[in-house]
Each structure stands twice: as structure tokens, then as C-alpha cells.
């Protein structure tokens, strides 16, 4: 069932995990990952990004997460949330669209143009009761800063959290403390860390504000649920679930060159996306959540 993301936020709070945020680009990953959640009777926010929309429509693949939520999802709570909008206007179609909760990311700018960019998407938004996610701080890709101390600039400073909460009224907060977006760290088999003591100094400067775990691909067990005990309420997956999708699909066309049917060769990569789903709905602690106490 369709859900508000604050209701989903609210009840890992009150029960000390994270949900679980996995982006989808169609009806096959959307499919994949709710089929996860109800295995494991968890509660999940479905993203799309503006490529996703680009590539999808936003009619259609709004239409698709909100069938699939009802249709296959049962009693299991479904959010749907805009991941890394870079514009007023991806906000306001998702506003309209029907979304519960849309990012409005301008981390890149100067802080105070983030502030003002933000300020103006909550103001939107808040009218709709839609919350919105801010981003403080820029996870850079592997790439771009492999170790800790080249990341370190780039990361959310505490006191200038504190700022950006009070001065744009954001729901939820994606902060930067050692984690990587992107493809490379996989592919290089990379292990990063996370500083936990920025995040803990980061939570106590904004202590009702949720923080938000971007780049969470790859991440081990251990470190997802250490920083759960940190603070992080919602934890964002995208990479890894592509390449469990296409690595299996590649397995397919390779071992059965016969094959022709979308439907059959799908079939594996999509289970490959739904056990991979289920076990992060495990590490985050939000296996048997679906009934929402808060």
C-alpha cells in the first residue's frame, strides 16, 4: 500500500532502524523490490531519479510504483520519494505527481544558494504536505576523492547542519561523512569508511532531524547497522541493484543464446534484484516493521 514516507521515518525512529530507499526505473526493478519487502515484511521507500523520469515519463513510472504498491504490495507500507532533484520544477511535478517526499539537491552550490534553492522547494512542497530532503555536504564518487582525508572537505560540517535545518525547514537531511556514490567503488571492489564521530556531532546539532545515508551500495553489513546506531533513519541503494540486475541478465543471454522472450530472460534478473533486496531489508533491521507503530 502507498504510504507517506513520514510515516515510514517516524515508526524507525521509535523502532531503531533504517528503511530501506532503492531506486527503480521500471516495472521489472519495481517489481523486484516489493517483492523483496513483502518476503521480508518491510517497509521501503521507491525512488526514481530525473534520469529515470527522463527515460520512464513520470505518468508512467508514477503509475507503475503506485499499481505495484497496491497491487503486489498488500499491507506492506510503499513510499515513493523523488531521489536528487536538481531543479524547482522536477519538485513541483513530483509535488503534483503525487509523491510523499521529493530531494531537492543543490549540494554542489555555495552553501547559501543551496539554502535558497531548498528554502523555496519546502516552501512548495510543505503546502502539499509533501516533506523534503536537503543535502549538506557533497558525496563525491571514488573517482573523484578516494580516501577519507581527500573526502574530508567535502563533507557535512555539524554547525553549518545547523544552519541549513533552521533556515530551510527540511524533513530529512542527506549528510556526507565518507560515503561514495557510483559504479567505480564496486568495480574496484573499494571499502570505504564512514565517520561516525561527524555523523554522532552531526545528529546532536540537529537532533530532530532525520539523516539520510546516500551511496549505501557496497557498504558492508557491519557499516550500515553502525551507523544506524549513529543516527541514520533512511538508507539510499542504487548502483548495487543495477548490477545484480544486468549481471544477471548477461549470465541469461550468455548461457541461453535460443533465448527470446522479455519475460523469460527478465525472470532471473529480477529475482538476483529481489534476494539482494531482501538481504539490505535485513541489515537495516526493518525485517517484520510492515505493521507501523508510529
Known sequence: MLTNIRELVYDAIARNYAVGAFNV?????TLAVVRA?????????????????????????????????????????????LDH??????VAACVQAGFSSIMIDASDMPMQENIILTKQAVDYAHRKDVWVQGELGVVKGLEEAMTLAEREPF??????????????GVDTLAVAVGNIHGVVKLRKGSTHSLDLDRLDDIREAIPNTPLVLHGASGVSVSALQEAITHGIRIVNMNTELKLAFVGALRHTLTTDADAYDPRTIFTPSMQAVT?????????LGSTGKANLTS
Open 275 to 283: 534476494d539482494l533486496v531482501a538481504a539490505k531489508l535485513r541489515a
Open 25 to 29: 526505473d521500471n516495472v521489472e526493478t
Open 155 to 168: 563533507m557535512t560540517k555539524p554547525t553549518e547542519a545547523k544552519k541549513f535545518v533552521e533556515e530551510t
Open 85 to 90: 532533484g536538481k531543479s524547482f520544477h522536477s
Open 37 to 81: 519487502a513483502v518476503l521480508e515484511k518491510s517497509p521501503i521507500i521507491l525512488q526514481v531519479s530525473e534520469t529515470t523520469i527522463a527515460y520512464a515519463g513520470l505518468p508512467v513510472i508514477t503509475s507503475i510504483v503506485e499499481h505495484v504498491a497496491r497491487d503486489s504490495a498488500g499491507n506492506i507500507p510503499v513510499a515513493l520519494h
